[in-house]
């Protein structure tokens, strides 16, 4: 079939936006979260990348400690489903679970659990909230997995580096029933070798504000 044309409507002042490679809305089959379809996840906390940003979703996982203000500045400025980070390492057990329950009441679409997340955290979460419970898995080492997915893991989140598209492929194959959600590299071939291994949506890495200002800097110094 031939593609539909899409009318687009850019400003001048907004025209310089973080834009998701589109083979991730072309390849994949996305995640279909109460009724919203989610191929593209900006891994981001920054409020300002967040908010300048085509990505159908956010995914705010971070290394300190989960805390409800970071959930709600990052629910208020994005204009997308949030993904939201409740721990599963050092915040555990009934406090990642409380952290669960404020952020759905905030907002967020669905909650993420960290690699070490242990069965009796994701039960605990899965009996406090309502929306899909995430969880994070970084390796090839599948022991004690079962266990978590009876538990209540209702989504995968694959980032293993240069091996996500090989444990993307042996989930896939043994999980079949559970959706992936998985990091797709820095080109179009690796987030293709992603989606074909098995990914449903893929998480993709913008360049950091720094990056981008540095950028933005030197065009400017060209213009004096």
């Known amino acids: 079939m031939p593609k539909k044309n899409i009318p687009e409507y850019n400003s001048s002042l907004r025209k310089n ?10 390849k994949t089959s996305g995640i279909n979260i109460f009724g919203k379809t989610i191929h593209s996840i900006l891994f981001s906390t920054d409020v300002a990348i967040i908010k300048n940003s085509n990505a159908d979703a956010i995914i705010a996982v971070y290394p300190f400690t989960p805390h409800p203000v970071i959930t709600q500045s ?3 400025i994005s204009d997308v489903p949030v993904l939201c980070g409740v721990g599963g390492g050092l915040t555990s057990g009934l406090r990642s679970a409380n952290i669960a ?7 967020a679409l669905a909650v993420v659990l960290n690699a070490p997340a242990s069965a009796e955290t994701i039960s605990l ?3 406090t909230v309502d929306i899909p419970v995430i969880y994070s898995l970084i390796s090839k080492n599948f022991n004690g997995l079962q266990e978590k997915i009876d538990s209540g893991i209702d989504i ?3 980032s293993g ?6 444990i993307v492929n042996l989930v896939h194959k043994k999980y079949s029933h559970i959706p992936i959600i998985a990091t797709g590299g820095k080109t179009e071939n690796s987030i293709e070798e992603t989606i074909k291994a098995g990914a449903n949506a893929i998480s993709y890495t913008p360049p950091t504000s720094a990056e981008l200002f540095k950028q933005s800097m030197s065009e400017y110094r060209n213009m004096f």
Not at 161 to 166: I, L, Q, S
């Open 17 to 26: 936006i973080i834009r998701v490679p589109k083979i991730i809305r072309e």
């Open 74 to 76: 990052i629910l208020l």
């Open 101 to 107: 329950l404020h952020a759905e009441f905030q907002g």
């Open 125 to 127: 979460v899965k009996k």
């Open 156 to 158: 995968f989140n694959i």
């Open 161 to 166: 580096g240069e091996n996500t598209p090989e």
